[in-house]
């Protein structure tokens, strides 16, 4: 019978996730500042660090940056010389992380790009191929942004999503919302596609997880 509960969930956060003064300080003014609470918990924040860094990631791209949680989590795992991109469709919340980013000292290492993540990847593919991509956005873009991932990662590369487990709906056969939809479909894509080496981080939200095969 599964074990995972509310008291492991504390007991790998408050071993491994530990948040410095800064992760805590940014953690708190996200919804102080009146953005949304939903940002990664701080175990899901160190396993991304965790990827970048195992990865030895140098391009890694976040799509969906809030207040700038996850981002600090990602650069902090990125090597000397590495860099961040994010993106942002809203201003308020760009602005809100880009003060994140100074407060963590990061500002050589992220860059913050605004504007629709549809079409701000467009452009993005010339500057590939990235070594990361985490996906935290609208959840019915998850399948365009699994399709842009695969052909814009080198070989060996990362693709991480956020809420694969959109709090449970996708078990909910029930559940029709577009959101629950897409995240089933993002989830069987990427689990079922022999490009990838895939599976499913359980803590917090869910945090789905592929790797490119190399190319021969």
Do not use: C
């Not at 970048?52 to 207040?67: D, K, P, Q, Y």
């Not at 056969?173 to 995240?183: R, V």
Request: glycine letters at 10%; a negative charge; proline letters at 5%.
């Amino acid at each position: 019978m599964p074990i995972y509960n509310e008291a492991l969930e504390n007991y790998v956060r408050d071993t491994f996730g530990v948040e410095d003064e800064v992760l805590s300080t940014i953690r708190a003014e996200i919804p102080r500042r009146g953005l949304p609470e939903i940002t990664v918990k701080p175990e899901e924040g160190r396993f991304l660090q965790f990827l970048v860094a195992a990865s030895g990631a140098r391009l890694a791209l976040e799509i969906g940056t809030l207040g700038g949680y996850s981002g600090v989590w990602i650069a902090r795992g990125l090597p000397l010389g590495g860099r961040l991109i994010t993106l942002e469709v809203s201003e308020k919340h760009a602005a809100v992380a880009a003060d994140h980013f100074r407060l963590a000292g990061l500002t050589d290492k992220v860059e913050l790009r605004v504007g629709d993540a549809h079409d701000l990847l467009q452009e993005l593919a010339n500057e590939g191929p990235f070594d990361f991509v985490f996906i935290d956005a609208e959840k019915e873009g998850y399948p365009a942004y699994l399709d842009w991932a695969e052909a814009n990662l080198r070989p060996r590369g990362i693709v991480a999503a956020h809420n694969a487990f959109r709090h449970g709906a996708i078990v909910d056969s029930s559940d029709d919302d577009p959101s629950a939809i897409s995240t089933r479909l993002f989830n069987e894509r990427l689990a079922n596609d022999d490009r990838f080496i895939s599976t499913l981080f359980p803590a917090g939200d869910g945090t789905a997880v592929g790797v490119l095969r190399k190319v021969a």
